[in-house]
């Protein structure tokens, strides 16, 4: 099998920002393509074409040179990129574009690894140009790409069935308490205050990578979505006094206190009974008889609720702050105690249909990486397609 190097196959060019300012005399509209675009087509946007733009085609690779996502990888799409993206172009057209731009995705994580810059990570351009490419024919190329794409498919799909679980948990707050911007079941109206017994912040202390007595809990173990993530975990160690004032206990409400002005306010119930602690930038909420932690969970969460956090916040630069006291006179509906415990348990009942599929996704993530692995070092066999 041939192998040839990223910088033997393609030449490399960054995108440039863009200003609609140099938009051309004839207005015409090119799809702006951005670091979400490599992944699906769920944000198109459009703009004006500018005469010195850096344009792509359906056959370059695009990367995210820049920032978090840097690695990234994105392929058959059309458009101008800003400058945070880069393009592969082709220098001839011996190969299969989607089969090299699979490969690439296989390697993003050794990309980030090898990332410069100190704060904001840049791809290292060299060692892109050095990873080697395993090139079998054309056709074998193909057939490899088809059997790839085939499996991320039903990834994507799983994750699709995903999504609809957190929509379907919306649907059920809106079914049982109305939209709280109007409030037509015309439930009482209070603060957060008026259904939790404390609001505390977690420790300003510096935990340690791999190990500690207590996981320690951060802003992005708390979802936007409004769920808990407990991957990513740093350490800490606590006594006594410290454990009795930090560590959360199921049925917590987690409430992110101070991040980006677009995601202050991730709200989640601590749903794990392994003991954790919380950083300085999370309050630890308790409920009192009147209040739920899921119920109150779920009104944050919700298009009204985000549009109140968001409007909290909106003459912030930079990062933003809702503090315990703040949080706490955020107005609320206060429907009875029974019907948000009945909220609860039909959230509770959707989340296990969800964790179902979760760890189904985790089954067909698993083989993917089987078939990648096979498939760059030439072992890829029709039989070793994913079954469902």
């Known amino acids: 099998m041939r192998v040839r190097r990223i910088g033997d196959l393609f030449t490399i060019a960054k995108g440039k920002k863009y200003e609609d300012t140099q938009a051309n005399a004839a207005n015409e509209m090119v799809r702006y393509i951005q670091i979400e675009d490599l992944r699906n087509d769920n944000n198109i946007k ?98 490899i790409a088809y059997l790839l794409d085939k499996a991320q498919a039903l990834i994507d799909k799983r994750k699709q069935a995903i999504a609809k679980f957190d929509e379907l948990v919306q649907a059920v707050f809106l079914d049982m308490f109305g939209d709280p911007t109007i409030n037509q079941m015309g439930y009482p109206i209070g603060i957060i205050r008026d259904l939790i017994i404390e609001a505390k912040y977690g420790t300003s202390k510096k935990a340690n990578e791999g190990t500690g007595q207590f996981p320690y809990l951060r802003m992005n173990n708390i979802t936007y979505q409004g769920y808990m993530d407990y991957s990513n975990l740093k350490y800490i160690d606590l006594d006594d006094k410290e454990q009795e004032k930090y560590l959360v206990q199921r049925g917590d409400l987690l409430f992110n206190r101070t991040n980006s002005k677009e995601l202050v306010g991730k709200t989640a119930v601590f749903d794990s009974d392994e003991k954790m602690a919380i950083a300085g930038y999370i309050v630890r909420v308790k409920t009192n008889d009147a209040g739920n932690p899921y119920f109150i969970s779920g009104y944050l969460n919700s298009k009204h609720g985000k549009k109140v956090l968001q409007e909290m916040c909106k003459n912030i630069i930079g990062m933003a702050n809702i503090n315990a006291q703040e949080l706490q006179n955020i107005t609320i509906l206060i429907p009875p105690r029974e019907l948000q415990d009945s909220y609860e348990r039909k959230v509770k009942a959707i989340l296990e249909e969800k964790k179902k599929h979760l760890t189904q996704l985790q089954h067909l993530e698993s083989n993917f990486q089987a078939l990648l692995q096979k498939a760059f070092k030439g072992e890829l066999k029709v039989k070793d397609g994913v079954e469902v």
């Open 46 to 143: 459009m703009v004006n074409k500018i005469d010195n733009g850096v344009y792509v085609t359906s056959n370059d690779v695009l990367i995210a040179w820049d920032g978090a996502n840097a690695g990234t990888v994105g392929y058959n799409l059309t458009g101008i990129i800003g400058s945070t993206l880069a393009v592969l172009r082709p220098r001839d057209s011996d190969n299969y574009i989607p089969y090299i731009a699979m490969f690439l995705r296989s390697k993003s994580s050794y990309l980030r690894d090898n990332c410069t810059g100190a704060t904001i990570p840049h791809i290292h351009k060299k060692v892109l140009e050095d990873i080697e490419v395993p090139l079998p024919s054309y056709d074998r190329q193909k057939e």
